[in-house]
């Protein structure tokens, strides 16, 4: 089983509130697989997370999206960042979304 399934989720919707609506002044940087922002998920707690948001249309991005989670939810080291949640959903046009959330 795909340990995906055992992270917490999170909405599109808290994510898009959380980026400033994935606002170019947010974005920290981008690769060929997505681009990454800075947001934060707790206002009160001032919660800062980085947020990689894969572009779908690239090929084998889905697929890319599993194997990610699924290695950065098992491994440890001090030189990675530990994968808090992820989000896999539609955005506000229909379109298929898929987001990690460190």
């Not at 997505?34 to 001032?46: D, P, T």
């Not at 890319?64 to 989000?87: D, M, Q, S, W, Y």
């Amino acid at each position: 089983m795909s340990s995906i399934n055992f992270l917490p989720k999170v909405s599109y919707q808290t994510l898009h509130h959380a980026t400033g609506g994935f606002s170019p002044s947010n974005q920290i940087g981008s690769g060929g697989f997505g681009s990454v922002y800075k947001g934060i998920l707790n206002q009160e707690e001032n919660n800062v997370v980085a947020i990689k948001v894969l572009n779908l249309q690239q090929k084998g991005a889905s697929k890319r999206f599993v194997v990610e989670c699924n290695a950065l939810r098992n491994i440890r080291h001090r030189n990675l960042v530990k994968i808090l949640t992820c989000c896999s959903c539609t955005d506000y046009n229909g379109n298929d979304f898929k987001a990690l959330v460190f």
